[in-house]
C-alpha cells in the first residue's frame, strides 16, 4: 500500500482499505474490495437530469467504474442553471449521451453506458444485470416503475422470509426547491416505494366546474385556457405543451379571461409553470440529495459504513432540516409483498387467465403481458413478440409453466386502481390445485 | 438576456429577478479548491453568480483525481486554482472567474485586507488558527464569511456573519393573515353587506369562508357580551353553530369555514418572535441603523398606534370557494387595507430617516412595501465570533448534547474535528494519513480529545473508543461524495446569504454520514 498517497484512490482507500468498528456487517477491508467494486460491481442511474448529471459524476468518483444511465429526454435550456454536464451547444442532444460522454472524458477509466429510450422499452433482463439502481427522477409513475420492476426479481423463503441473492437495492433521490429526499430500498427489508405511497401525495387539480364558472387566480384562467377553451378552438387538435405557438395561445386567452372576470396576476411565466407543472429546481439541493444517494450506493456495494435506515429527508427553507426517519414495510405490499396468490384449476387457458386478472379486485389488471421466470408466455407488444407469444394463450398456464405445483409469475399491464388508468407490474404466486408439491417446485427447491 | 432568463427559469420561480439580481452582483472567493470547495463554487457559477475566486496555492496531484472532477489527468502538476478555475468558467461564461496560487493560511496572515473587496468568502478546509483569523478579518470589514469542511465520513458548515436580516423568509407555511378574530371595520362592512340567509342554494354555497367567519363571529360576540370563543367548549358550540347554517351538505365553503375557524379563536396581536424583534435594542436607532432596524423601528411605532396591537396587513388572500365578485371585491377590500397600511408605514419610516440625520427618501418604496407585506416574518440571524465558540462554547448545550442519544455521534464529531486539528499542530499531521502507526495514532488522538474536553470544562469526560478510531481510519480523506454534500449544503447557505431570502441555518451543522443523524449544535 506504499503507493497509496500518489494513487488515484489515495482518500477512498482509506474508508476501503482499513478495518473500523462503525461498520456494516459485511464489510471486508482490503485492496481486494476496492478492485472488485471498480471491476464487478454494476450501477444503473435511471434519470440523466438534474440529479443523474450529479450521480454519475459522484459514483464515477466513488470507486464505481461500470455505469449505465438510461434517459428519454433530450437537453433543454432551462436545464443548464443544474445539470453541470451539459453546454448551451448540447442542447437538442439525448441527455444520457452527452451525460455518459462528458463523465468519461473527466475521469479516467470509467465507462459510462447511455440508454437513451424509455425505461419501459427495456427488457426486464435489462434491470436485473445490474447489482444496485439509482434513481434521480422526478414522476412519481416513474419511480413506481422501476420499483416494481425491482420487486419483481424479488423471490421468498417458503417462510415467507426474503432470499437475499434476490434483492436488488435501489436508492432513490428527489427534489423540489430547497427541499429534497434520499432513501434506500431494499425490497423485502425495507418500504419500497409503493408501501410508502402516502407519502407523495396526489397532484391538487382544480374542479372543472370552479374554471368554467367561478375563475378567482390567475391559474384557474390559465387551466380554462388549457383545458377548456383549447378544445373548444381546436377541434381534435392536441395541445403540445413543448410547442412555443400553443404556450402563446393559451396565455393570450388566460389574459383575456383574467381580464374578463378582474382577476390580476396572469403572466407567460406563470402559464408555463400552470401548464406543464414547472417544479422549481437548483443546483445545491440537487447537488445535496445526490451526493447521500451515491454515498448509500457506496456504503451498500462495500459495506464500508452503516447504511441509511432507511429516508433521509432535507429542508433549507427556513434554516437547515436533516433527518433520518426509519418507515416500516406494509407486509402486504402488492409489490414487494411475497405476491398475489392465485389458485388455479390445471386446465386454465393462458387467455381466460389474462381475463382473470381484469376481474380480480386487487390487481384490475387489463391488457396483460405474462412471463414466467424469464420466459415470455404472451407479449401485448411489439407486434413481432405477440406474434410469436398468440398461440400460447389457448394452453393451459399449467402446462406452460412446466407442470409445477407453484410458482411466481410477472404481469404487467395497466392497472386501474384507485380510478386511474397506470401502466403498472405485478407479481403474482399461481398455485395450481391438487398438484402436489414435487421436485420441480424451484421455490420450494431454493427454500429447502 | 432573453436567453438567461430561460436559462435561469427554474431558479426564478424560486427567487425572484431580485434575487438573481444580488446573485449577480455578488463577488464569491473560494479558499482551498479541494473538491468540498470546487463543488460549493460549481453550484454557485450554474446559478450565475457575479465573479469567483479562487485561491489555492497547491500544485494537482495523482490523488486529486479521485475525488474532484474539476481537474483531470492534463492537470497534474499544475496549479490547482487554475485547473478548477477554468473547468468552473466552462460552465457559465457570464461569471467572471479569477484565481489566484497562493496558499490561503499565508494570505490571512500577510494580506488580510485582499478579502475586503468580496461580497462572500468561502473558506474550506482551513484550521482553528486560519479560521479564526479570517474571523476576525472578515467581522471587521463586514465581509460575509462561511467556513466548510469535509474529513472522511463527517465534516461541518459554519455560518459567520455579526447580522443577518431577513425581509423575504418566504416560509413554507404561514397562518395566512386574513384578521378573522379583528377584522377592521371596511371587512366588517362588506361581511354585513352579504346575507347568509339567502335562498337561492347557488349563491348560499358561493358566499366565501372569510364572510361567512367575519358574521357569525360578530354574530356570538353579540351574544356573549362581545367577546368571541375561548373555551374548548365555546369553540366547539360555535363549530356547531356554523353546522347549522350549512343548507345542503356538499357547500364546499363551510367546509372551509369550518376548518379555518381557529383563525377566529386565535389570539390577537404579534407573535412573540417579532415581539423580541422590536424589542431588540437594535431597533433604538442611531446614525448608524441599517434599512431594516429603521424599518422595525418605525413597525414598532406602528403596532404602538395605528396598528392597535397587528402589523400592517399582508393584503393577499388565499383561493377559496366563492363567486368571482365576492372573491374579487375581498381581494380589493385587503389590498386596499394592506396600501393604506403601508402609506402610514411609509410615513413613519421617512421621519425617522430625517430623525437619524439621513435622506427621508434613502429606503425605496417598493422595500418599505416588501417590509409590510412580510412583517410577521421577518428574521434576524446573529452568529457568535468562531473564537468565542471556540474558546467558551456553551457548556450547558455541551453537556446535553454529550448526553443525548440522538447527539452524542454529532458532537463526538465536532470535539473530534478540532482535536484533529490540534493532533495536527502537535505532530505535524492528521491522524491516520500514514498507514502505519495507527494504534499510536488512535492513543493520541484519544489523549487529545481528553485534553480538549478538559480546556472545554468537560473534565474527565472523553468519546467512544469507536469513534476516535473511525477518526484515525479516516485519515483527513475527503471523500468526494461527502465533499458534494458539504459543498452542496454550504452553497445553499451562501444562495440565501446573497439574496437575503429565506433564512439561512443557524449554530454550527455536523454532518454525520455513517447513519445521518446530522445535527445543528448550538455552542
Known amino acids: 500500500m506504499a503507493d497509496s498517497a500518489t494513487s488515484r484512490s489515495r482518500d477512498l482507500d482509506k474508508l476501503l482499505l482499513r478495518p473500523g468498528n462503525l461498520v456494516g456487517p459485511s464489510f471486508e477491508p482490503g485492496p481486494e474490495l476496492r478492485d472488485d467494486l471498480r471491476d464487478y460491481a454494476r450501477v444503473l442511474v435511471v434519470g440523466a437530469g438534474g440529479l443523474g448529471c450529479e450521480l454519475l459524476k459522484d459514483l464515477a468518483l466513488s470507486g464505481f467504474k461500470n455505469l449505465d444511465v438510461i434517459d428519454m429526454d433530450r437537453i433543454e435550456v432551462t436545464n443548464l442553471n443544474r445539470q453541470f454536464l451539459f453546454r448551451l451547444e448540447d442542447v437538442g442532444k439525448p441527455k444520457a449521451e452527452v451525460a455518459a460522454k462528458r463523465v468519461m472524458e473527466r475521469v479516467n477509466g470509467v465507462n459510462i453506458v447511455p440508454h437513451f429510450c424509455r425505461i419501459e422499452d427495456k427488457e426486464l433482463d435489462f434491470y436485473n444485470d445490474f447489482n444496485i439502481i439509482v434513481l434521480g427522477l422526478d414522476s412519481i409513475e416513474a419511480r413506481s416503475y422501476i420499483n416494481a420492476v425491482a420487486c419483481s426479481f424479488l423471490e421468498y423463503n417458503v417462510d415467507d422470509t426474503p432470499r437475499e441473492e434476490t434483492i436488488k437495492p435501489m436508492v432513490d433521490g428527489g427534489t423540489e426547491g430547497f427541499k429534497g429526499h434520499a432513501r434506500v430500498i431494499l425490497p423485502g427489508i425495507t418500504p419500497c416505494f409503493e408501501c410508502t405511497i402516502w407519502l407523495f401525495p396526489p397532484q391538487v387539480k382544480f374542479p372543472l366546474c370552479t374554471l368554467a364558472e367561478t375563475p378567482r387566480t390567475a391559474a384557474h384562467c390559465i387551466e380554462y385556457a388549457h383545458l377548456i377553451k383549447w378544445d373548444e378552438v381546436h377541434s381534435g387538435k392536441a395541445f403540445d405543451p413543448d410547442d412555443p405557438e400553443h404556450m402563446q395561445w393559451v396565455y393570450k386567452e388566460a389574459v383575456k379571461r383574467a381580464e374578463l372576470f378582474g382577476i390580476p396576476g396572469v403572466t407567460y411565466s406563470l402559464t408555463q409553470g400552470v401548464v406543464k407543472n414547472i417544479i422549481p429546481a ?76 381484469e376481474e380480480h379486485p386487487r390487481l384490475l389488471l387489463s391488457k396483460a403481458s405474462v412471463t414466467h421466470r424469464g420466459k415470455n408466455l404472451y407479449m401485448q407488444a411489439p407486434p413481432v413478440l405477440e406474434e410469436m407469444t398468440r398461440s400460447n394463450l389457448s394452453l393451459p398456464l399449467f402446462d406452460l409453466m412446466g407442470k409445477v405445483s407453484r410458482d411466481v409469475v410477472h404481469v404487467a399491464g395497466l392497472s386501474s386502481m384507485d380510478n386511474k388508468k397506470a401502466s403498472s407490474m405485478r407479481k403474482l404466486r399461481v398455485a395450481f390445485k391438487g398438484v402436489p408439491d414435487g421436485v420441480t417446485d424451484m421455490d420450494m427447491a431454493g427454500g429447502a | ?70 481537474v483531470d489527468e492534463s492537470s497534474v502538476g499544475r496549479s490547482k486554482a487554475k485547473c478548477v478555475c477554468s473547468f468552473l468558467q466552462e460552465l457559465n461564461d457570464a461569471v467572471k472567474a479569477k484565481f489566484i496560487e497562493e496558499y490561503p493560511q499565508a494570505l490571512i496572515v500577510t494580506n488580510p485586507s485582499f478579502f475586503s473587496q468580496f461580497t462572500l468568502i468561502v473558506a474550506t478546509q482551513l484550521e482553528e488558527d486560519s479560521m479564526i483569523k479570517l474571523d476576525r478579518i472578515c467581522r471587521e470589514a463586514n465581509v460575509m464569511l462561511i467556513f466548510a469542511r469535509s474529513y472522511g465520513l463527517t465534516g461541518f458548515v459554519r455560518v459567520s456573519v455579526k447580522e443577518h436580516t431577513v425581509i423575504e423568509s418566504k416560509p413554507d407555511h404561514f397562518l395566512d393573515d386574513l384578521r378573522l378574530n379583528n377584522p377592521w371595520p371596511g371587512l366588517k362592512s362588506f361581511a354585513e353587506s352579504i346575507d347568509l340567509t339567502v335562498a337561492d342554494p347557488v349563491a348560499h354555497k358561493h358566499i366565501p369562508k372569510v364572510v361567512i367567519l367575519v358574521n357569525m363571529a360578530s354574530e356570538w360576540a353579540n351574544s356573549h357580551d362581545g367577546k368571541l370563543p375561548s373555551t374548548r367548549q365555546e369553540k366547539q358550540e360555535f363549530k356547531e353553530l356554523l353546522k347549522s347554517r350549512m343548507i345542503a351538505m356538499d357547500e364546499e365553503n363551510y367546509k372551509e369555514a369550518l376548518e379555518s375557524s381557529f383563525n377566529v379563536f386565535a389570539p390577537r396581536g404579534i407573535s412573540s418572535d417579532l415581539q423580541l424583534i422590536i424589542d431588540d435594542s437594535a431597533a433604538e436607532l442611531h446614525c448608524g441603523s441599517s434599512d431594516f432596524w429603521v424599518m422595525v423601528a418605525a413597525l414598532k411605532e406602528f403596532i404602538a398606534n395605528e396598528g392597535g396591537g397587528e402589523v400592517p396587513l399582508e393584503g393577499s388572500i388565499p383561493d377559496m370557494t366563492s363567486s368571482t365578485e365576492h372573491y374579487v371585491n375581498l381581494q380589493k377590500i385587503y389590498h386596499a387595507k394592506a396600501e393604506a397600511d403601508f402609506l402610514v408605514m411609509e410615513q413613519r419610516v421617512r421621519n425617522l430617516l430625517k430623525k437619524t440625520g439621513r435622506d427621508s427618501a434613502s429606503i425605496p418604496k417598493h422595500t418599505i412595501k416588501s417590509f409590510c407585506r412580510n412583517a410577521r416574518k421577518l428574521k434576524v440571524c446573529r452568529y457568535r465570533p468562531i473564537e468565542e465558540e471556540f474558546n467558551s462554547p456553551s457548556l450547558t448545550e455541551l453537556q446535553k448534547y454529550l448526553t443525548d442519544e440522538d447527539y452524542s455521534v454529532a458532537v463526538g464529531f465536532y470535539i473530534l474535528l478540532r482535536a484533529v486539528d490540534r493532533f495536527a499542530a502537535n505532530y505535524n499531521s492528521f491522524p491516520g494519513v500514514f498507514d502505519g502507526g495507527m494504534d499510536e495514532d488512535i492513543s493520541r488522538l484519544k489523549m487529545t480529545v481528553v485534553g480538549l474536553l478538559n480546556d472545554l470544562g468537560c473534565n474527565g469526560q472523553t468519546l467512544t473508543e469507536d469513534l476516535i478510531s473511525e477518526m484515525c481510519r479516516f485519515g483527513a480523506a475527503e471523500l468526494h461524495a461527502v465533499a458534494a454534500f458539504i459543498g452542496g449544503i454550504t452553497s445553499q447557505e451562501v444562495i440565501k446569504l446573497i439574496t437575503k431570502q429565506f433564512v439561512p441555518m443557524l449554530g454550527t451543522f455536523i454532518f454525520n454520514g455513517i447513519d445521518h443523524k446530522s445535527q445543528l449544535l448550538f455552542l
Not at chain 1, 320 to 328: G, M, N, Q, R
Request: glycine share 10%; hydrophobic share 40%; proline share 1%.
Open chain 1, 282 to 357: 437548483i443546483a445545491s439541493t440537487n447537488a445535496i440529495i445526490s451526493a447521500a444517494c451515491a454515498l448509500e450506493t457506496l456504503k451498500i456495494a462495500s459495506g464500508c459504513s452503516k447504511t441509511l435506515s432507511n429516508y433521509l429527508t432535507y429542508n433549507g427553507v427556513e434554516g437547515l432540516h436533516i433527518k433520518a426517519t426509519e418507515f416500516v414495510r406494509n407486509k402486504d405490499c402488492l409489490v414487494c409483498g411475497p405476491g398475489v396468490l392465485i389458485e388455479l384449476d390445471t386446465a386454465v387457458t393462458l387467455r381466460k387467465f389474462i381475463d382473470m386478472l
Open chain 2, 1 to 70: 438576456m432573453a436567453e438567461a432568463k430561460v436559462k435561469y427559469d427554474r431558479q426564478l420561480r424560486i427567487w425572484g429577478e431580485q434575487g438573481q439580481a444580488a446573485l449577480e452582483k455578488a463577488s464569491i472567493c473560494l479558499l482551498n479548491c479541494g473538491p468540498t470547495g470546487s463543488e460549493t463554487l460549481k453550484n454557485l457559477v450554474l446559478g450565475g453568480v457575479g465573479s469567483i475566486t479562487v485561491v489555492d496555492g497547491s500544485k494537482v496531484e495523482v490523488g486529486d483525481l479521485g475525488n474532484n472532477f474539476m
